[in-house]
């Protein structure tokens, strides 16, 4: 009897009792050779005694026009099954068909010719035997035979290909091709299952899998003789090329298409209201970080469309400049994205960077859930989301896309898991090398990220030793070598710009962050600020050093949560590491000094180990809870793929609800937004070249400062044609003293200015303030005094009157303080 699939397909319906043997033999037109092959097959098979006491024979027709079906009908064998498709589709068709169907504990996949005779089948299985997963009958290494010989061409044609496919898809096996191969039956059905091509690259498919898979694969001599008949047509030799192609560069599960899709979806509607308008929008709890960041990627663009070194600007900050390696610029994307910025704008270019890089971070992580952790994707999905989108990664949203731009975090993971698997995996040189590509890459992201990360893996590598120590030290070897190899890639990439970084021009040792930058305990589970449903504004803001830094904020729920799936799946080990690499993220973005909610008793920290060492001394610890995140939904994941498919409806409809209830608080509502004022018409319509000359700069009233740089945007809307004392950056504090500060140290009058505006009460200005400005205007190389309209700007106005000596001029939207004596006057 058989049975029509959905995909009308018709297989035989037989029950799935196990035997010792299947052979699944794929055909397509084989009226004539396909019946000596079923006795040469049945004949030793029965003569084979009890080593393979059960056995069938699986013919899978690939759609044959002639009498192929009824070669098998006819034997009416129940040990012979036949499978067919619809139509011809190919022979990678027929053999996931013909696999899928199977029922042995080994799979033996023959051709219909039987150029290899079966007889050979003994020496697979002894490859079996001895602990291969898969045994691949071979013309090409010694002790193999070759009888009647192909064309010579073809010969020359098929050493090619062997040379290719090693090349670019399977390492170490030089005969992909021949049609005589033994595989464990699981490890079989699972490969084919997960094959997509249908021609004869499958071979190449599934060989690669077991390889990717880490299942040893032994090469085997065997005797092969050409037979009449061959299916293989001219154009199948640019087709299977074409299949390698798409073997390296795969293509989606359609589950992982909708993935995709959705964080995307997610990044955009948290971006809302700022993303279909950038340029006349910004965030509102950005502080002045869009400003800082649009600057940033405005300087990266002119630097490169103009040759200048992308590592430094001197457009804020004069007459020091700014050190733009040592103010995470992000030059990894701000480069690239150079055609956007100057053809679209910095704001359209730095949109676009976080929205999309918050959806391909999301992305990564579930590509490395579905790897390592949990491989259903609904679980994977939910794990990935908390991982991208979890509260201090919507808090750093606002204004921080180097640390939520996290795309090369999972696949730097990803590397460093595989270097663990010591035997197991096929190109551990080749991993290294590309996790010392992948960090070298990152650096250029953003080097705290990648410093967390690192932290992550400590305390993960840490646990997961403590729990398996035995596959600790077995991996402990490979790692170290891999992670040399790393090392070796990556730091000839780095080492110069790190040395620009840290000993060139406005370089820095560390930067204090001040006090406050550590969570509180009551951080961990209050519920974030901009939670749809419980966010609270005040309770927030008392908890955090300010909305961009809310690195806490996972809630009581999803704590409890997290407990629950600990204790329940305690018995995995990497279930015991995340929770432990979780807990220890926790505590230590306690700080070094820790306050005991509702005793007022202060503890050391375990953070004071790491607080003065060198790099952790300037990280903002409280951000250390960002390494919860994907620990979180990486413990998030398992639970929900073992919830989705436990039997009782019961305990999967309730377990399910747990799951929402603990993850509804933690939906963000879109970011807030308002309207940009505009830029005035002084800047954008070139006014201000009137009044700075080559090696001047134009000077902001007040100056540019990390509370207000609104000047950043004028200046680039200015095509970033002068420069400009003060300014939002990290640089030194001056004086001989390498401390790291946020903007520059205040002069008299960028003090006396910042103090008018802060207070509204107007200076007494006498001789002393006046020389002491003409000193500070003559060190930042000013051309002209510009003052916006703003709050204030009346006595602001006042001020530099009388610290110029002469009334400003209202030009362009602007007053504007020319200091070349004698120039626009009377005008």
């Known amino acids: 009897m058989t049975r029509t699939d959905p995909d009308g397909t018709r297989t035989a319906d037989t029950s799935r009792t196990v035997v010792d043997l299947s052979v699944v033999i794929p055909a397509y037109n084989e009226e004539d050779r396909l019946g000596p092959t079923l006795d040469a097959v049945t004949r030793h098979l029965e003569q084979s005694g009890s080593r393979w006491a059960a056995w069938e024979i699986v013919v899978a027709d690939d759609g044959s026009t002639d009498a ?10 129940p040990r012979l099954r036949l499978v067919t498709g619809p139509r ?9 068909l013909g696999v899928a169907a199977s029922r042995g504990r080994r799979v033996l996949v023959t051709d219909a010719d039987l150029a290899t005779p079966v007889g050979e089948l003994d020496r697979l299985d002894r490859a079996l035997a001895e602990g291969h997963a898969a045994a691949v009958g071979s013309r090409a290494v010694p002790g193999a035979t070759v009888g009647d010989r192909q064309h010579r061409v073809r010969e020359l044609l098929g050493r090619a290909g062997s040379l290719v496919i090693r090349a670019t898809a399977v390492r170490g096996i030089r005969d992909t091709q021949c ?16 094959s997509r091509l249908d021609g004869w690259a499958i071979d190449v498919e599934v060989l690669r899998h077991f390889q990717r898979a880490g299942w040893p694969v032994a090469e085997v001599p065997v005797h092969w003789s050409h037979r009449r008949g061959s299916k293989l047509r001219p154009l199948d030799h640019p087709r299977f090329l074409w299949d390698l192609v798409r073997l390296r560069v795969p293509v989606p599960r359609p589950a992982d298409a909708v993935a995709a899709a959705l964080f995307l979806v997610f990044a955009v509607a948290l971006y809302s209201g700022r993303f279909f308008d950038p340029a006349g929008r910004r965030l509102t709890d950005s502080l002045q970080d869009q400003n800082q960041w649009e600057w940033f990627f405005a300087v990266t663009a002119d ?20 050190n733009l390696m040592a103010n995470t610029a992000m030059l990894g994307l701000s480069v690239p994205f150079t055609p956007v910025t100057l053809l679209a704008g910095p704001a359209v270019a730095l949109s676009l960077v976080m929205t999309l890089g918050l959806a391909a971070t999301a992305t990564a992580w579930y590509r490395l859930i579905v790897r390592w952790i949990e491989p259903r994707r609904g679980a994977a999905f939910a794990g990935a989301a908390l991982a991208a989108f979890a509260p201090p990664m919507v808090s750093h949203a606002n204004a921080h896309p180097n640390l939520v731009v996290l795309f090369m975090i999972p696949p730097i993971v990803d590397r460093t898991l595989r270097l663990c698997t010591g035997a197991r995996n096929t190109r551990p040189t080749r991993d290294a090398v590309v996790l010392g590509l992948m960090a070298a890459y990152q650096l250029f992201l953003g080097e705290e990220a990648l410093l967390l990360a690192a932290l992550g893996l400590l305390l993960f590598a840490a646990a997961h030793a403590a729990v398996r120590p035995r596959a600790a030290r077995e991996a402990a070897r490979p790692l170290l070598r891999g992670l040399a190899v790393a090392a070796a890639v990556c730091l000839p990439l780095v080492v110069y710009p790190l040395a ?18 550590a969570n509180p305990v009551r951080a961990l589970f209050t519920f974030a600020e901009r939670s749809l449903l419980a966010g609270d504004a005040d309770r927030a803001d008392a908890l955090s050093l300010n909305r961009t830094e809310q690195n806490a904020f996972y809630g009581w729920p999803l704590l409890l949560l997290a407990l629950a799936v600990a204790v329940r799946l305690w018995r995995r080990p990497a279930v015991r590491a995340l929770a432990v690499t979780a807990a220890g993220a926790a505590v230590l973005s306690l700080g070094a000094r820790v306050h005991v909610p509702l005793t007022g008793v202060t503890v050391p920290g375990p953070w004071a180990l790491l607080a003065g060492l060198p790099l952790f001394e300037s990280v903002v610890e409280s951000r250390v809870a960002m390494i919860c995140a994907p620990a979180l939904g990486m413990l998030l994941a398992p639970a929900v793929g073992r919830l989705a498919a436990a039997r009782s409806p019961g ?19 879109p970011l807030r937004s308002e309207p940009r004022a505009e830029v005035p018409a ?55 003293d390498r401390s790291g500060v946020y903007g520059v140290p205040l002069r008299f009058t960028a003090s006396l ?25 003559a060190y930042w190389r000013a051309g002209a005094l510009v003052l916006v309209p703003q709050p204030r700007d009346a006595v602001l106005r006042r001020t530099v009157d009388e610290l110029v000596g002469r009334p400003g001029r209202w030009v362009g939207g602007v007053w504007v303080w020319d200091l070349h004596r004698g120039t626009h006057e009377g005008s």
Not at 753 to 777: C, N, S, W
């Open 68 to 77: 192929t079906r009824e070669v098998v009908t006819r034997r009416r064998d």
């Open 88 to 96: 011809n589709r190919g022979k990678g068709h027929a053999l996931r």
């Open 753 to 777: 200015l910042q103090d008018v505006r802060a207070t509204g009460v107007a200076p007494v200005v006498d001789e002393r303030a006046r020389a002491a400005a003409r000193a500070d205007l």
């Open 651 to 669: 305990v999967r409809c309730a377990g399910l609800l747990a799951v929402g209830l603990a993850l509804l608080p933690l939906v963000p509502a």
């Open 303 to 322: 630097n490169v469309a103009h040759l200048r070194n992308p590592l430094f600007s001197d457009l804020q900050g004069v007459p020091g400049g700014v």
């Open 179 to 194: 049609g005589f191969k033994l595989f464990d039956g699981e490890r079989a059905r699972a490969a084919f299952a997960a």
């Open 500 to 517: 620009w970084q840290f000993s060139g021009p406005q370089s820095y040792t560390h930067i204090d962050h001040g006090p406050g930058a």
């Open 682 to 736: 002084f800047f954008t319509d070139g006014a201000w070249t009137a009044y700075v000359r080559p090696g001047e700069s134009l000077v902001p009233v007040p100056l540019p400062e990390p509370a207000a740089a609104e000047a950043l945007r004028w200046q680039a809307a200015a095509g970033l044609g002068f420069p400009m004392p003060g300014g939002y950056f990290n640089g030194p504090y001056g004086d001989g």
